[in-house]
């Protein structure tokens, strides 16, 4: 949202400018958050700990074939 703000001019009559270094870095920022949050799951996946066996055994119902294929999930 930080990047948004920036790129957000104050005047909507305002003149294009040339995006600041700032949006780059906060992009960049925000490309890695999402591969840490998209493949932090995958990995607790095939994991039981003490504590997350609830969440281990939900991920893996997910993963199973007959979830997959139902006709509600699909696009």
Known sequence: MSATRILKPADM????????????????????AFVTATTADAE??????????????????LKD???KRCPQFLP
């Open 13 to 32: 009559n305002e003149t294009c400018q040339s995006i600041p270094r700032e949006f780059y870095d906060l992009l960049d920022r925000n490309k890695a």
């Open 44 to 61: 607790l996946a095939g994991e039981t700990h003490r504590g997350d066996r609830n969440a281990a055994y939900i991920l893996n119902r």
């Open 65 to 67: 074939k007959a979830v």
